[in-house]
RNA sequence: GGUGCCUUGGAUGAGUGGCUUAGUCAACGGUCUGCAAAACCGUCUACAGCAGUUCGAAUCUGCUAGGCACCU
């Protein structure tokens, strides 16, 4: 079996190529993207359309809760026992996201690390509220010291997360960390779609001001009350609830969604550029091409 | 023609004779093993031009260029 993987910075152009290409394949598609996974965001997450989930079926677009707790990890699992129940029936398959992390749980996956105890979690996390970040590090310092040394320990989220796994452990959150590739039980190509920086940017802005259209600011609004949810610490999202809060005109907002997309697709690039498994194509190229290849 | 004011890095905008850089925005580079569309780190050292004063000038003086205001 294979499995193809198209990947590609954000308004690149995938959703199109997606669907011909799972046409082609008679694949459904299995979405790698960690925001269209919750219900209720789908102007903001560019999801797919009813129309276009008729034309394919589609595994993981809205299919959790705005509250509800996921990780790459998990996701890691959920794809993999869906591939199980796939194989028998399909050839090929076909994933297409840009959620680089999610795409390396599938493709590498992740090293087998304890679940967090959620007590220990909200602890940690109050600890961090109240600003005992430098103890924090003293402790992770002592419980963890190899850690310690490679960690990036001015980003509290990593010092918090290595914490949770030793106090949830009572080890040393390193001693969990394999290095090695998980062989996984099918092949992958991955298929990357790219643009010209500047071709890029403006389909981003020209999205952007697509998406307000099409109610964005409503969908904003109805999702306001939840917005302390992780799956809301989302561009597109966050910006406009500064603007519900009163703190944003709502033409900044706008420009600063455009600008934090314009952001994120460069980080996306940036962690593309080091696979070098990776085959390249523009978007309006890639079908004509890929056509030999699949 | 005259008088006064202004001219700072891609944009904006402080500063005022001397420690090395204001700040903000944009742009760019990077990190990444359980909330990753997250979080974090880094780069861009300018003072319109020329000549002077001074140990030392973006900061003072003169001239040149460009701009603005007012006067005739």
Redesign the pocket.
């Given at each position: 079996m294979i499995l193809y993987v198209l990947l590609g910075p954000?308004a690149v152009g995938k959703t199109e190529v997606a669907l011909q290409m799972a046409e082609k394949l008679g694949s459904p598609i299995l979405n790698c993207?960690?925001?269209?996974?919750y219900r209720g965001m789908e102007i903001?997450?560019?999801?797919p359309t009813e129309e276009q989930q008729k034309r394919v079926r589609h595994y993981f677009v809205g299919t959790h809760d705005i509250g509800s707790?996921?990780?790459?990890?998990?996701?890691e699992q959920d794809v993999l026992s869906l591939i199980e129940e796939l194989r028998g029936e399909h050839r090929s398959l076909l994933l297409s996201g840009?959620?680089?992390?999610?795409i390396?749980a599938v493709c590498n996956?992740?090293?087998?690390?304890?679940?967090?105890d959620p007590e220990v979690?909200d602890t940690l996390?109050n600890r961090l509220i109240n600003g005992e970040i430098d103890e924090m590090r003293n402790e992770l310092r002592m419980l963890d010291p190899d850690y310690y040394l490679t960690?990036?320990t001015?980003?509290?989220?990593?010092v918090v997360?290595a914490l949770?796994?030793c106090y949830t452990s009572g080890r040393p959150?390193s001693s969990?960390?394999?290095?090695?590739r998980k062989q996984r039980p099918f092949d992958i190509v991955k298929i990357g779609l790219r643009r010209e920086?500047a071709e890029l940017?403006d389909r981003i802005n020209r999205r952007v001001d697509a998406m307000m259209a099409g109610g964005l600011l409503d969908e904003a609004r109805r999702l306001y009350p939840f917005r302390y949810?992780?799956?809301l610490?989302?561009?597109?999202y966050?910006e406009l609830f500064r603007c519900l809060s009163g703190e944003w005109e709502l033409p900044f907002a706008v420009?600063?969604i455009k600008?934090?997309?314009?952001?994120?697709a460069?980080?996306?690039?940036?962690?593309f550029?080091?696979d070098t498994s990776i085959q390249w194509f523009h978007p309006d190229e890639a079908l004509s091409t890929l056509n030999s290849i699949l």
């Open positions: 954000t993207d960690s925001r269209q996974i903001g997450t560019a999801a707790y996921y990780s790459a990890a998990q996701y840009g959620s680089m992390m999610y390396d996956g992740i090293d087998d690390i304890p679940s967090v979690r996390r960690a990036d001015r980003n509290p989220k990593r997360h949770e796994v959150y969990f960390l394999t290095n090695e920086r940017f949810e992780n799956a610490n989302t561009v597109g966050k420009e600063k600008k934090n997309t314009r952001d994120y460069k980080k996306q690039m940036t962690w550029a080091h």
